[in-house]
């Protein structure tokens, strides 16, 4: 196993954080207070490491690894949702998450 994917994966879960503290900085509800927010630019930050680290890593990784690989995002961020905001996990977000794996297991190592 190559190094970028556990650095693909910490890049997705920065990804995750960023999407979190951009939601979390909405909760003043006027675009004054938005901009006030120190969460909205822990969030942009967050993003552009995201976006570096992202780009770094596509110059040295397949494209079709590094784009599936992505969505692990979307797992991080159901438990990210679930232990910060007390979200719940239903049996379709975990139908989701093992597909999501089984599809990124079958494109790592076919």
Do not use: D, Q
């Amino acid at each position: 196993m190559t190094i970028y994917y556990p650095l693909l994966l910490i890049t997705t879960l920065i990804v995750s954080f960023a999407s979190f503290f951009l939601k979390k900085s909405t909760s003043g509800g006027t675009i004054i207070s938005i901009i006030k927010n120190k969460y909205l630019y822990i969030g942009v930050v967050l993003y552009l490491i995201a976006t570096l680290f992202g780009i770094w890593l596509l110059k040295r990784m397949s494209y079709y690894i590094f784009v599936p690989m992505g969505s692990f995002t979307y797992i991080w961020t159901m438990f990210i949702a679930y232990i910060f905001l007390k979200e719940k996990i239903g049996k379709s977000k975990i139908i989701g998450v093992l597909l999501i794996l089984a599809g990124v297991f079958c494109l790592v190592y076919p």
